[in-house]
């Protein structure tokens, strides 16, 4: 392996769970999917483990995603959600609704461009991007250019009190 796996967890293993947080929106379940790739990588000995650990946790994140939509079809009750504390009760439901609408405005992205934003998010140089959604370098910036404007007019038209007229 032609990178010392511990420098790499060092400094890769925070922008990788961030990366899975934005992908399964569960930080409990990002870090376990982070640590399961970081296990993946002692066993395969990638050469380029950075780049790896990002194309094996995408790969997992989507897998975790396919496996709970299923379980999902299969349940009969639904589970009440937990309620908010009373401290605070307002902050939480201001900061779940900003959460649910950032996730709405992502899930209205493409998957490439939603993918392209996330790994650039994650620290991933435009070469790992590259490498891991098989585009060209040289469209990485153009794609990041169109994720973000198409993110920020998703999460604009879906705020609250917002009324687009038609015509």
């Known amino acids: 392996m032609s990178q010392d796996l ?28 982070a640590q399961e790739a970081f296990a993946r990588a002692v066993v395969h000995k990638p050469d ?37 504390s009373e401290t605070g009760a307002d902050d939480a439901i201001h900061e779940e609704s900003e959460r649910s609408h950032v996730r709405a405005a992502l899930e209205q992205l493409t998957p490439r461009d939603r993918e392209v934003l996330l790994l650039w998010d994650s620290g991933l140089s435009y070469d790992e991007i590259a490498t891991q959604t098989g585009l060209a370098r040289g469209a990485i910036g153009t794609t990041l250019s169109r ?21």
């Open 6 to 33: 511990a420098e790499v967890y060092r400094t890769t293993y925070r922008a990788l769970v961030r990366f899975l947080y934005r992908k399964v929106w569960d930080a409990a379940r990002a870090e376990d999917l």
């Open 48 to 84: 380029n483990a950075r780049g790896w650990l990002f194309i094996v946790a995408a790969n997992m994140a989507r897998d975790d995603a396919r496996r709970a939509a299923r379980e999902r079809r299969h349940l009969t009750l639904l589970k009440a959600e937990p309620q908010a």
């Open 147 to 167: 994720a973000r404007r198409r993110l920020v007019q998703a999460y604009e038209a879906g705020k609250p009190g917002e009324h687009v007229a038609r015509g």
